[in-house]
């Protein structure tokens, strides 16, 4: 003899369901594309700010972006226009790791954890548009 009534089970049936419905959802995302970018986990982050601010030094960022990011050789990299990508985590990534037009090749200098503390430095120097802010 069953413990649990028929409407019991009929309600941990449709439980089940229900909860596997996030999941199901998010892997079909994942499969065609649409999941999130992911985000900077240095964003904000004071410590990975100034640990970036001191890479960006090092790898001789300044030369081309200026010391504040305002460009020169290189872009801007204080305001919401990107001269390449779409200015959101993943493209700045992108851009460091494989390079970009006249920007080198950054992937055997540092590690993505060193790429993501310039970008939060970088990050930490925006002047532009609050509204188009995309991390």
């Known amino acids: 003899m069953s413990i649990l009534s028929s409407r019991q089970r009929k309600l941990g049936l449709f439980l089940a369901v229900l909860l596997s419905l ?6 079909h995302a994942q499969q065609n594309g649409n999941a999130p970018q992911k985000l900077n986990p240095y964003t904000g982050n004071a410590q990975a700010i100034a640990e970036g601010q001191e890479l960006y030094k090092e790898l001789n960022c300044y030369s081309c972006h200026g010391m504040r990011g305002g460009g020169g050789m290189g872009p ?7 001269q390449t990508g779409d200015g959101s985590d993943a493209s700045l990534l992108a851009q460091i790791r494989e390079g970009k037009g006249k920007m080198p090749a950054f992937k055997d200098a540092i590690d993505d954890d060193q790429a993501w503390k310039i970008i939060a ?3 930490s120097l925006y002047k532009g548009d609050p509204e188009t802010i995309k991390w």
Request: hydrophobic share 45%; proline share 6%.
């Open 121 to 123: 430095f970088v990050r």
């Open 22 to 27: 996030p999941i199901g959802l998010s892997v």
């Open 76 to 82: 801007n990299l204080t305001d919401e226009t990107w």
